[in-house]
């Protein structure tokens, strides 16, 4: 039986986040997009700095249940989740039925993923 020997891989977190196939985003406490992953610009069909320098509300239909999902996620400091919401856009295209998961940094809870 072999021993095997956990050490820390040296690979930035940013680096990890960046090819996994789910959209994931940072937020700042404006809402304002201050990282995001390749899938995120697939997603959303515009690229790393056009994606930095928007706001999560105007890439989002308006009246979307994902500001509130936000906005809770922040006040109670928890993740939360949602399924099944709807974000079709002329851009993004019709039928966007996305699964979100919001999780706030902790612990001030000032950017949230």
Known sequence: MSTITRSRLDVPSLQVLGVLPHPIMTLDATGLIVDANSAC???????????QRSHLVDLLPFGSPILSVVDEARQ???TIN???????????GPDRIVD????????NAEFIV
Do not use: C, W
């Open 41 to 51: 610009e697939a997603f959303f069909q515009i690229g790393e700095n056009q994606l």
């Open 76 to 78: 109670r400091r928890s």
């Open 82 to 92: 949602e399924y099944r919401i709807d974000v079709s856009t002329p851009r993004i």
């Open 100 to 107: 979100v998961n919001v999780i706030p940094l902790l612990p």
